[in-house]
Nanobody, 121 residues
């Protein structure tokens, strides 16, 4: 069974920093892209940042220059360093992995349970 477990969310003041981490585990043949999405109340889930299987990174325009995504393929972890946080960054952040488990041997999207990030003074 595939599991994505996030950690690192919390309450931070505007201008502060947080680091989110996600550990991907299970009987996995291959992991392609990994990334972070977020969903604010009343809004659709949106891409924050991801790393493709080839190592390319993509960022939402709203977080460019403030957030940095990184990946440790040996440990199957993905992290999101968030600096200069703004109130509009408040959302539930979800870890995502596009991977192929041994059970199905087909690529599919898998999600973590989400972690709350609140930016407020």
């Amino acid at each position: 069974q595939v599991q994505l477990v996030e950690s690192g969310g919390g309450l931070v003041q505007p201008g502060g920093s947080l680091r989110l981490s996600c550990a991907v585990s299970g009987n996995i043949f291959s992991i392609n892209a990994v990334g972070w999405y977020r969903q604010a109340p009343g809004s659709q889930r949106e891409l924050v940042a991801n790393i493709t299987g080839g190592g390319s990174t993509n960022y939402a325009d709203s977080v460019k220059g403030r957030f940095t995504i990184s990946r440790d393929s040996a440990k199957n972890t993905v992290s999101l360093q968030m600096n200069s946080l703004k109130p509009e960054d408040t959302a539930v952040y979800y870890c995502n992995a596009y991977l192929k488990p041994y059970a199905t041997f087909r690529y599919a999207n898998y999600w973590g349970q989400g972690t709350q990030v609140t930016v407020s003074s």
